[in-house]
């Protein structure tokens, strides 16, 4: 056996041990990540905030100065092009979306507004850093003592489950330092992932992309407003809403004690070949003891219905509770 054989099987035995660390640590106390998959816009100019009703699901303009909006950009035809928190602050507006979403989003707010009143900043100079756990607002009091940051509630957890700071990005380091000085531990995508899974949060990238109506995703109630102005794909939204439904929608599946299936996966009834469904994401979850997957499934399965995942047995249930 060579020595990096046997470096690598330590490895894999310390992977576990290290995300169940982690997993402890954000039940029970508090961790931190920097959220570089995420990403701030900052747009400016005569009226943003004007030009950015016309765009968003939810209503920006109704919303206070400092208060977080969280919505969707959507095309005509109600797909989505990006999900964004949005914030006014200082006569700008702040665009906080993920990475993978940005280049779409710079494309469609190009297409859609006039850079006589609203244009997008190359640079915002701004970053996110997440505390998660339920000692993390207390942690993130002390450690934004000096800096001007703002909490925002976290984006794939519950409210009560942590905080994402809104940062000058040179001051993202210091404010992390401090709170792993104060007890707070270092915690990888992959356990996020996991939390972020059993809470039944959709993600972009997963269950967010440019082919999702936010309705299929169960975003209603978070990201949009039936009483503000027009935006764009409103139309398509107000039809499903009161004159139609989605084909699909975002459940959980309960699979057991088995590995967890990939993204795709295709569900499928027992003795039947076409496919009801497919999965989005999926884990082990401590939580619940056993295998978990978020999945799109079609409104004609109803929730406690079997279902096939790749051979494996599981049953549909609503997200977020699993049922319970």
């Not at 700071?165 to 915690?187: C, D, H, I, N, Y």
């Not at 996020?192 to 990238?205: K, M, N, S, T």
Request: proline share 6%; glycine share 10%.
């Amino acid at each position: 056996m060579t020595e990096g054989s046997t470096t690598d099987m330590a490895a894999d035995v310390a992977a576990p041990r290290e995300r169940a660390a982690e997993y402890e640590a954000a039940r029970s106390g508090a961790v931190v990540a920097a959220r570089d998959d995420r990403v701030v816009l900052r747009v400016t100019g005569r009226d943003p905030v004007r030009m950015l009703q016309g765009l968003i699901t939810n209503d920006l303009a109704g919303a206070p100065e400092g208060m977080a909006v969280y919505g969707a950009f959507l095309t005509p035809k109600g797909r989505m092009v990006a999900e964004a928190r949005l914030l006014r602050r200082e006569g700008a507006v702040l665009v906080e979306t993920a990475a993978a979403a940005e280049s779409g989003l710079r494309q469609h707010l190009k297409k859609y507004v006039p850079p006589l009143f609203a244009r997008v900043e190359e640079q915002s100079g701004l970053a996110l850093l997440g505390v998660y756990g339920p000692r993390a607002a207390t942690l993130v009091a002390g450690a934004l003592a000096d800096v001007d940051g703002v909490p925002l509630e976290p984006l794939e957890l519950p409210e009560d489950e942590g905080r994402e700071l809104l940062l000058p990005a040179t001051s993202l380091e210091t404010v992390r330092q401090r709170l792993l000085a104060a007890g707070a531990r270092p915690v990888s995508s992959a356990t996020l992932d996991v939390l972020r899974i059993e809470a039944g949060r959709p993600r972009w990238g997963a269950e967010l992309d440019e082919t999702t109506i936010p309705l299929e995703a169960g975003l209603q109630e978070r990201a949009i407003s039936t009483s503000k102005g027009c935006y764009t794909g409103q139309e398509v939204i107000i039809r499903i809403l009161h004159r139609g439904h989605v084909n699909r929608s975002l459940r959980g599946v309960l699979l057991g004690d088995v590995v967890a299936p990939a993204a795709g996966a295709v569900l499928t009834l027992p003795g039947q070949e076409k496919a009801v469904g497919a999965v989005t994401s999926a884990c082990i979850s401590p939580a619940l003891g056993q295998t978990i997957a978020l999945a799109y499934v079609r409104r004609e399965v109803l929730s406690g219905a079997s279902v096939l995942v790749g051979g494996v047995e599981g049953r549909v249930v609503e997200v977020p509770g699993w049922g319970r």
